[in-house]
């Protein structure tokens, strides 16, 4: 393979960081090698070290960016939007389409958290729980509104959460549905599950 031009630049650490996205994606953390990836971004072995001190630290820094890009990009989605049942909306509508979006990302976020060391670990679990307790916020608002029965919101944004992440097995973009509509399923059946039926506008898509 070509060497990458300018190997000791950011455009070398970004090329790292997709080539390890592909092989972690493809391979899994433990069977990647660093021959691999250097081949895969067409450097010598040795110059991988000019940007990561070991494989560990790659896929540290792989799911924290994801973890970063997901909490950062929630709180714009959320920002000016009021109101529990409609931030509820807007909370399921962007995790179906950055998961959609992002399978690769989320699907090393969750299957190779094993994989990291226990200082690592504790730092992404504590992201992990940010972005659950933002749902979990909501949920309580409405609850406390009146306007959601929830037994336990910490059970329920579990669930809602695992549904909503599903969607990453399945998804197909040039399926049936795009991703936008299944984004409005998804939402449909999450508040159909939290509010009660008497207490939905008439003119609600939901009755």
Known sequence: MVRTVGSHGPKTMEAIRKAGLKLIHEHGYEA?????????VGVQV????????TKQDLLFDLIKAHMDDLLA??????????????????????HV???????????IGYSELRSLDPNHYEEIVGLRRQYERRLTAILEEGRQQGLFQVGDN?????????????????????????????????????LRGLVPPDQLPASSPLR
């Open 97 to 107: 389409a950055y998961h959609i979006l992002r399978k690769r990302e989320v699907f």
């Open 154 to 190: 910490a059970v329920a944004a579990y669930g809602i959460l695992a549904m909503l992440t599903g969607v990453c097995t399945w998804f197909r973009p040039n399926g049936r549905l795009t991703r936008e509509q299944v984004a409005e399923i998804y939402s449909d059946m999450v």
């Open 73 to 94: 990009e929630l709180e714009v989605r959320l920002a000016g939007i009021d109101g529990p049942v409609e931030r509820l909306k807007a909370f399921c509508a962007f």
């Open 32 to 40: 990647m090698t660093l021959r691999q990836l250097a081949a895969e």
């Open 46 to 53: 040795g110059s991988l070290y000019n940007h990561i001190s």
